[in-house]
C-alpha cells in the first residue's frame, strides 16, 4: 500500500521535472543574487556590514539577527510565490494531460484504482511540493550561510560569532516548515478545485479554473448585490489561523522587540492547536475531500473514447 | 470451472444508441478469441466493460470478479494493449519499468528486461524517442511480463509495418501464450491472426453474429466455386453470400454437408475475412 503510494509520487517527480527544477531554479538565482552582494559589497568601506546581507550598519546583535531574520523569510518568501504557482499549474495539469496525451487507457490498465492516482495527485500537492520547497529553501540558506561565512571571514570577520551566532536557524526553519505545510492544507479547497476542473474540463483548464471565481462573485452581486462568495474566498486567502493575534509585517517595524530579540522565538508566535481546532481548517478539509471526490468519479466514471 | 468470462445479457447504451445489445458468451481458458466487427460494431465497448472501464447492464463476470466494481483485483490479472492506451510520450523506459514493477504484484521486472536485449529498446530512451512500432514492443514486453491470465488486444499492431506485426505475433505465441492463458484479440487485419485463433466471434450493430470455434467453424461454412448449371442447382441449396470471381459463383454456405456440395465445383474453407462480410451482409438484409 505504502510501496505503491510511493511509486505514484515517483511517478509524479518524472512527468513533472518543476516539482524539482523550480526549486533549484530559485536556490541558484538566490545563491547567484547574494554573490553579487557579496562582490558588491567589496567596493565599500563597511564591507563586512554589508555582507551581512546587505543591511548597512548592522554592528549591534539585534539589527544584525533581524536583518539575518529577514534575509531568511524575504528568500523563504521568494520560493513560497513560486510554491502557489507550481501547485496551481501541477493540480491543473495532473489529470489532464493523461487524457489529452491519451496514456490514461495505459494508467487504467495496471492495479491502480482511479481513487488511489487522484489521492496520491492531492498528496503530492498538499504535501510533498510544500516539502520539496521547504527543502529547496533550507539547502539555499545553508549554501548562501556557508558562502557568506567564507567571505567573511577570508575578510578577516568572526563568521562564527558574526554569521551562526546570529542565526535562529532550526526556529526559522520549524516556522517556515509549519506555516507553509498548514497553509497547503488551509488552501486545500483550491487544490481540490483544480483536480476537479484538470479532471473534468475539455480544454483551457487554467481558464475553466480561475473563471468562477471571477465570474460567480460578478454575477453574486449584480443578481444579489451581495458578496459572500468574494469574501469567503478572500478571506481564505488572507487568515491563515495559526498566527498567535500577531502581524508578522509589522512585528519587525516595533521598536519594543528590538530589546528582546535575542530571545525572540518565531515558533512562539505559531499555535498549532488553534490551526487544528479552527472549524474553517476542518470545513476547508471537507471542502477539499468533496471536490476530489467529485474528481475521482469524473475520472471513473466519464468515458475518454 | 474453465470459463474465464462469462457475459449474460449484456447490454451498454449511450443515449438512445444501443452500443451492445444483450449480448451472451463465454470464454474459457487457455483460447485465443477473435473479436471480429467493423467500425461502431460494439467492440471496443465490450471490451471496455470486460476491462472494467465502463459499468454496463446484465451479468459480466471476468475471472470471478465484477469488472467495474472489482477493477484493481481484476486488473492483477488482465493486461490490455489498446491502439488507444498509448504510452506516455514523456516517460523513460527505466522508469516505466520502476513504475510497473511498483504498482504490479505479477510483474517480473526481469523478464521483461530480458525481452528488451532482444530489441533495440534502450532503457534511458524515452517513449517520445520510440518509433510507433518499438513502442509497441516496448509495450509488449511489459505485458509479457506480467503474470496474467487475460490478456486482451485491441487493434494492438494498428499502423504498423508487415516485419513488426508478424514479430508481434509471433512473440505473442511463442513466449506467452499457454493453456493457462486466455488471449482476446480484435483486429481489422483479421488475415493475419486468423490462424492462430482458436475462437472466433462477430460483432455487429451491438449483437454477436457468430461465435464459433475454429474448428466447429471449418464444419459449418463451406465454400464452392461453380459455374453454369452446377452454380444453379448450387443457388438452390440456399447459400448465405454469393460473389463473382474469375467468371465463377462463389458461393458460402451455413450448415449444408460436405456431401450434398461435391460434385458441384472446387469446395473449400471461407475465410474468416469472407465470412464476416456474408455475415454482416446476411445481417443488414
Known amino acids: 500500500m505504502i510501496a505503491q503510494l510511493l511509486t505514484l509520487i515517483r511517478r509524479e517527480f518524472w512527468e513533472h521535472r518543476s516539482i524539482w527544477v523550480t526549486p533549484l531554479a530559485i536556490g541558484i538565482l538566490v545563491t547567484l543574487g547574494v554573490m553579487a552582494m557579496l562582490v558588491f559589497a567589496s567596493g565599500f568601506a563597511k564591507e563586512l556590514d554589508l555582507a551581512i546581507f546587505g543591511a548597512q550598519n548592522l554592528t549591534g546583535d539585534n539589527e544584525r539577527r533581524i536583518g539575518l531574520i529577514l534575509f531568511f523569510l524575504g528568500t523563504s518568501w521568494i520560493f513560497l510565490i513560486a510554491l502557489a504557482f507550481l501547485i496551481v499549474f501541477y493540480t491543473l495539469d495532473s489529470l489532464y494531460t493523461e487524457r489529452k496525451d491519451k496514456s490514461i487507457l495505459f494508467w487504467r490498465s495496471l492495479p491502480v484504482t482511479d481513487a488511489e492516482t487522484v489521492v496520491s495527485k492531492l498528496l ?48 526559522t526553519w520549524l516556522f517556515t516548515l509549519v506555516v507553509v505545510i498548514s497553509g497547503a492544507i488551509w488552501m486545500s479547497p483550491f487544490i481540490g478545485w483544480f483536480l476537479l476542473v484538470s479532471a473534468w474540463t475539455k480544454r483551457m483548464p487554467l481558464l475553466v479554473a480561475f473563471m468562477p471565481i471571477i465570474v460567480v462573485p460578478l454575477l453574486e452581486w449584480i443578481v444579489f448585490r451581495t458578496r459572500f462568495f468574494a469574501s469567503a474566498v478572500g478571506e481564505r486567502n488572507d487568515n491563515l489561523p495559526i498566527f498567535r493575534g500577531m502581524d508578522v509585517e509589522d512585528f519587525f517595524e516595533d521598536k519594543e522587540w528590538m530589546h528582546s530579540i535575542q530571545e525572540l522565538r518565531l515558533l512562539e508566535f505559531l499555535d ?26 469524473v475520472r471513473r466514471f466519464r468515458d475518454e473514447s | ?86 504510452l506516455p510520450r514523456w516517460i523513460k523506459v527505466r522508469q516505466l519499468l520502476d513504475y510497473v514493477e511498483g504498482v504490479h504484484p505479477n510483474f517480473s521486472r526481469k523478464s521483461a528486461e530480458t525481452y528488451l536485449t532482444q530489441t533495440q529498446i534502450r532503457p534511458e530512451s524515452k517513449v517520445r524517442e520510440l518509433s510507433k512500432g518499438m513502442v509497441t514492443q516496448l509495450h509488449l514486453c511489459i505485458i509479457m511480463a506480467i503474470d496474467a491470465k487475460l490478456l486482451v488486444l485491441d487493434e494492438p499492431t494498428l499502423g504498423l509495418d508487415i516485419l513488426f506485426r508478424k514479430e508481434f505475433y509471433a512473440n505473442l505465441l ?79 454456405f451455413e450448415g449444408v454437408s460436405r456431401e450434398h456440395l461435391e460434385g458441384l465445383g472446387e469446395i473449400r474453407i471461407p475465410s474468416v475475412a469472407d465470412l464476416f462480410v456474408a455475415k454482416i451482409k446476411e445481417a443488414r438484409k
Open chain 1, 124 to 171: 503530492t500537492a498538499v504535501f510533498v511540493l510544500p516539502l520539496i520547497m521547504c527543502a529547496g529553501i533550507f539547502v539555499t540558506h545553508l549554501i548562501n550561510l556557508i558562502l557568506t561565512s567564507i567571505w567573511v571571514a577570508a575578510k578577516g570577520g568572526a563568521a562564527g560569532a558574526l554569521i551562526w551566532g546570529s542565526v535562529p536557524i532550526i526556529d
Open chain 1, 272 to 297: 498549532i492547536g488553534k490551526f487544528l481546532t479552527h472549524p474553517e481548517t476542518w470545513l476547508g478539509i471537507i471542502v477539499c475531500g468533496l471536490l476530489t471526490t467529485a474528481a475521482i468519479y
Open chain 2, 1 to 86: 470451472m474453465t470459463s474465464l468470462v462469462t457475459a449474460r445479457g449484456v447490454s451498454k447504451h449511450f443515449g438512445s444508441v444501443r452500443a451492445v445489445d444483450d449480448v451472451s458468451f463465454e470464454i474459457d481458458r487457455g483460447r485465443i478469441l477473435g473479436l471480429i466487427g467493423p467500425n461502431g460494431a460494439g467492440k471496443t465497448t465490450l471490451l471496455k466493460a470486460l476491462l472494467g472501464l465502463t459499468d454496463c447492464e446484465g451479468d459480466l463476470s471476468v475471472l470471478g470478479l465484477d469488472p467495474f466494481r472489482q477493477r484493481k483485483k481484476l486488473m492483477q490479472n488482465i493486461c490490455f494493449i489498446a491502439d488507444v492506451a498509448v
Open chain 2, 174 to 252: 511463442n513466449d506467452y501464450f499457454d493453456e493457462e492463458r486466455t488471449i482476446l484479440v480484435t483486429t481489422h487485419q483479421v488475415e493475419e491472426i486468423e490462424n492462430l485463433l482458436t475462437d472466433i466471434m462477430f460483432i455487429n450493430d451491438g449483437k454477436i453474429l457468430l461465435d464459433s470455434t475454429m474448428d466447429a467453424l471449418s464444419d459449418t461454412y463451406v465454400e464452392v466455386m461453380a459455374t453454369g448449371e452446377d452454380a444453379q442447382r448450387a443457388r438452390g441449396l440456399g447459400p448465405i453470400a454469393e460473389t463473382e470471381m474469375f467468371g465463377k459463383s462463389v458461393m458460402l
